[in-house]
């Protein structure tokens, strides 16, 4: 009989200590699923492991579900190009809460990152977003957004007129935003992953510029870097001789207005010239015959992209080698017709000779125009 107590005492012991450590461990459990369950711990979390660069681990505490749909490897990319793994520490301000139309709650947390010197090297902002599962059904989980792995707002200056790849994508037209210059267009991209990002730039008249940028390294201003093609040259260099075939020739014909539409910004420059060169070729005393220009060439200056008008500029010396031939009268000093007057002699000059003359050409609009001109008078 005593020994049937003796094992009652003992069971009943047991059960006791039993149900002590299960309610301890019950209490340890819920103040740990407690502590789990706020944005600060799930922030320290995250950031721990982007330091520690244990990305797949960290990809397990991102949210996917606000429309940044990060790949597992887009993720790791991004996290390897902002470099989390070169700080030592960071820094937690107080975070904002909020909560949407749609009843979501957010947790928006400044960070600053050190060096192991305790320097400040960076600052970012965190976003985390209350999940609508609960843990056990009881606790709340709390998961970083990924727009914090991208690269907002990232700016290319381009020339105006310019087609922008990224990654082989076509940039979208409405990013322009406007520039400092009439001559620039300035692309803001919403967003890129952080990291190497190929870049391909298209312009008429410049060369194209095909590279890599890495996105976590500022902006890219091309706006006045691009080189003129080969082909735009010798586009301008054609209407430059043109141009002053047409004007020798008004010359010629005492032609007293100039309709060429490529001269509409410089026509009182041109019909000065043509007034000038007329007067030279049909100069008193002589019979004009004949005129030709050949052996062209062409020295272009740098682009100039600073126009108010936002046009291209170009200045271009054109040389060429010209020939003349007049009839010139002389009259004796010693011989008179018979009439008197003095005998007069006819005499057939040629005059060779090279000369150079300045274009400043304009794109704009898909077109090259003369902007200005100075072209010194021949024979």
């Not at 799930?42 to 982007?50: E, P, W």
């Not at 030592?88 to 960070?111: C, I, M, Q, T």
């Not at 100039?258 to 005393?285: P, W, Y």
């Amino acid at each position: 009989m005593a020994d049937k107590k003796v094992l009652t005492r003992i069971l009943v012991k047991g059960l006791i200590l039993l149900f002590i450590v299960a309610v301890t461990a019950g209490g340890a459990a819920a103040y740990q699923g407690q502590k789990q369950s706020t944005a600060d711990y799930a922030i320290d979390r995250y950031l721990t492991l982007l330091l520690e660069n244990d990305s797949q681990r960290a990809w397990s505490l991102l949210d996917n579900s606000e429309g940044i749909e990060l790949t597992e490897d887009e993720f790791f990319d991004a996290a390897e190009g902002k470099k989390y793994s070169i700080y030592a520490s960071y820094k937690l301000k107080e975070p904002e809460k909020r909560r949407d139309n749609n009843g979501n709650e957010y947790a928006d947390f400044h960070v600053q990152f050190y060096d192991a010197a305790d320097e400040l090297k960076a600052e970012e902002d965190f976003t985390l977003k209350k999940q609508s599962d609960r843990r056990f059904g009881i606790f709340d989980v709390w998961k970083v957004l990924g727009d914090h792995c991208l690269v907002r707002d990232f700016k290319i200056t381009v020339p105006s007129g310019s087609t922008v790849y990224l990654n082989s994508a076509k940039a979208d037209r409405s990013w322009i935003t406007q520039s400092d210059s009439p001559a620039a267009e300035v692309y803001v991209v919403p967003r890129l992953l952080p990291g190497n990002i190929s870049l391909t730039i298209r312009h008429p008249i410049l060369e194209s510029v095909n590279t890599v940028f890495d996105s976590s390294e500022g902006s890219l201003d091309y706006s006045t870097s691009m080189e003129l093609k080969d082909s735009a040259e010798g586009e301008c260099k054609e209407i430059g001789v043109s141009v002053l075939k047409k004007l020798l020739s008004a010359s010629v014909k005492s032609q007293k207005d100039i309709t060429d539409e490529s001269l509409e910004s410089c026509r009182k420059k041109a019909e000065n010239f043509v007034r000038k060169q007329g007067n030279k070729l049909h100069a008193a005393g002589s019979t004009f015959v004949s005129m030709s220009v050949s052996a062209f060439a062409a020295e272009f200056g740098e682009p100039d992209y600073s126009g108010e008008d936002g046009d291209i500029r170009l200045e271009m010396k054109l040389s060429y080698h010209y020939r003349l031939k007049k009839d010139v009268t002389t009259q004796s000093e010693d011989q008179v017709n018979e009439d008197g007057t003095p005998v007069e002699t006819v005499e057939s000059v040629s005059d060779t000779g090279n000369s150079t003359g300045t274009f400043v050409m304009s794109y704009a609009d898909g077109a090259w125009k003369v902007a200005d001109l100075d072209l010194p008078v021949i024979g």
